[in-house]
């Protein structure tokens, strides 16, 4: 391995292999299921062997902890299991936050209006019929009821789920809870241990009240500004930064005041603005706007183009954020194939073998290429010198080359590739579902691999699927309740009105 980098200096034609690592198509042989799987095992045999640690028995900081159970990794219960949310969310942000949670174990009581539910189940149909893809990806692992949140009884049926819930998660828009009759002080009251969550498009201030949507967010927070060309406008990302990034910042949130509730015995409200998720995100970009004041930001490239920098960080085309030069590249079958790129970075310490694989072996000793700094002003000159060897191999033939000298690269996969590649089937990370009224369809797993808590992947559930079950067996309403509250419309889409005869 350590062979690779040191005969490299010493050759200028032929660089020195590593072993040839299996990377094309960035298939993985041993999955990281299996690992966990093995690792379990083994870690499960230790501790039915094991007498638990003394300290394990010990106060620490967070008080004592129990005795580790003899249970093998991934059977002793989900991470939250016990938890229970009720899920007043919809469209992208708080699904995201909730559908996290439900994966990790937590019992997630989907609120949605009746006869409509989350307006995503009809949007961007695409079979006839079916919940849409954009829901079912959003909601899985879910039970649906469906409650009239302004009806006399629907409050009476969200008065028990109060009481019976540790959560309440909600992004409607500014205001709405409260509408409902469900500020913080009235459900402070109803169930002083609950912990209410929300997503806002914007904290305090003058926009607070405004409604937001993906790409508003992604625009006012920073992300669109610094996204793109210099010359070019503005661009907002494919990833769903505003959405998905503060649903994830808000599961950050709520597991951490569950934790301190441990402590505290009560509640508390967490709050995440899109924007605030999208300027987190964008942090390193912060980080350059104060940069500009001790000068130019010599690892963009308009630096070395020449052109100077205004009073605001600058668009970076796909130059890389952390000061070593990188750009997107042409493969081989460009021509054809839009994807046909890899993402190159010129890392310092491997510079040497950067040139020795492109064909330049003089510039490892060239003072015009030699340095980093020196580079600096041809970057150009060197992206296209590189380009034409990138441009006669496949993007997954380069990357496999690459990967042998430790240069840092990324084929530019397609969804077409994602969806097919095996080693993201085998990790969970791309998992098939199967829907009573859509059939198998494609999502993404569960992102964050747990060793004794594995995701299962189970569908999202249909609209109001489990009224009757959380009225009887979560709320515990008895059968002439029930029928009451039923009776009176409040968890039943109105009745169209008979046309008169
Ligand atoms: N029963 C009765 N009424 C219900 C209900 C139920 N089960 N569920 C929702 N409603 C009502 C709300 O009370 C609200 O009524 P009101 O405004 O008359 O008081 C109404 O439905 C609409 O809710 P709202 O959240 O305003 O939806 P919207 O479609 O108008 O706006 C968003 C959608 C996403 C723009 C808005 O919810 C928002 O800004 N959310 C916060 C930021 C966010 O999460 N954005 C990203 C979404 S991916």
Redesign the pocket.
Known sequence: MAKSKKSTKAKSKAPAKKPVRKVVKLAAKSTSKNTIKSAGKAASKSAKSAKPAKSAKKANGNGAYPKPVAKPFGEAGKALEGVRILDFT?????PTCTQLLAWFGADVIK???PGVGD?TRGQLVDVKGADSLYFTMLNHNKRSIT????HPQ?KRVLDELIKKCDVLVE??????LD??GLTWDYIHKVNPRMIVAS???FGPGPYEDC????NVAQCTGGSASTTGFRDGLPLVTGAQIG?SGTGLHLALGIVTALFQRNRTGRGQRVLCA?QDGVLNLCRVKLRDQQRLKAGPLTEYSQYGEGIPFGDATPRAGNDSGGGQPGRILKCKGWEDDPNAYIYFITQAPVWQAICDVIGEPGWKTDPDFATPKARLPRLNQIFERIEEWTKTKTKFEAMDILNQYDIPCGPILSMKELAEDESLRKTGTVVEVDHPTRGKYLTVGNPIKLSDSITEVKRSPLLGEHTDEILTDVLGFKAKDVAEIKNSGALSAPQKEEKAA
């Open positions: 919809h469209v992208q942000s708080g609120v949605e209006r307006i409650i009239d949140s302004k629907g992004n409607f828009a500014p205001g709405a509408r409902m997503v806002k498009g409604k937001v949507y993906e959405d899109m």
